[in-house]
């Protein structure tokens, strides 16, 4: 697979590269926001299967990146930072961010997150449309065929795991869905650290819907959609 690795320090971008290479990762690097999107213009190569995205950028700040980036491709980036409170990560998930790795990282864990977004993009290409109209809960309806939420009969933009969550919770309404099921499900893993990240979409979701008591959390055990009164 060839991966983008999107970081300003060289020191850090020959080690990593180095590990990934040893992983079968065929690494492009690119040291600023320009270089990486210059990088991801059509070309005769193979695409490239996930974006390492630093947010520590000399020219331009890696949200921006990212922004961009998400504007014209659906390839999955996995933003790199040290910025570690959830407001940061909640900020880079709404710009369509698949995930967020908080440094200093777990060599083990970030191989595991790459793998878990390109399988993820690898099934979702190969399922296709879901033959079934539409979900709806109270104001919310999801549009599964075309991965569209609307509140009100206002649309809302949402991440493609926040979608699949959304609709994942929305196929049973008041039916509490276990936070193993939710991370088997949507993330299609079973490894432990994928929790934090599903706390992060749920948080990010709640705020993107304005329906904070539409995903309560039972503590404990997991996730489950309350309708709101009629």
């Not at 971008?13 to 320009?34: D, I, K, M, N, P």
């Not at 999955?76 to 440094?103: C, E, F, Q, W």
């Not at 033959?131 to 309806?141: E, I, K």
């Not at 990010?204 to 996730?223: N, W």
Request: with cysteine; glycine share 8%.
């Amino acid at each position: 697979m060839r991966l983008l690795l999107v970081e300003d320090d060289d020191h850090v971008a020959a080690a990593l590269s180095a590990v990934l290479a040893r992983h079968g990762f065929q690494v492009v690097h690119a040291r600023s926001g320009e270089e990486a999107l210059h990088a991801l213009l059509p070309a005769d190569k193979e695409p490239f299967g996930v974006v390492l995205l630093d947010l520590g950028l000399p020219d331009q700040d890696g949200y921006e990146v990212c922004g961009k980036i998400r504007k014209r491709s659906a390839i999955p980036v996995i933003m790199v930072t040290a910025r570690s409170d959830v407001r940061s990560r909640i900020h880079g998930l709404n710009l369509g961010a698949d995930d967020y790795v908080v440094k200093p990282y777990d060599t083990g864990e970030l191989l595991a997150r790459i793998h878990a977004v390109a399988r993820r993009r690898t099934a979702a290409e190969d399922t296709g449309p879901t033959p079934l109209a539409a979900l709806r809960v109270g104001p919310v309806r999801i549009e599964l065929p075309t991965r569209r939420v609307s509140v009100d009969g206002q649309e809302v933009q949402l991440t493609r795991k926040e979608f699949d969550l959304l609709a994942l919770l929305a196929q049973r309404p008041g039916v509490v869905f276990r936070r193993e099921q939710i991370i088997s499900e949507v993330w299609r893993t079973s490894w432990e650290g994928t929790g934090r990240t599903l706390e992060v979409h749920v948080a990010s979701l709640r705020s993107k819907l304005r329906l904070p008591a539409l995903i309560e959390t039972v503590r404990g055990v997991g996730y489950r959609l309350v309708p709101p009164p009629a």
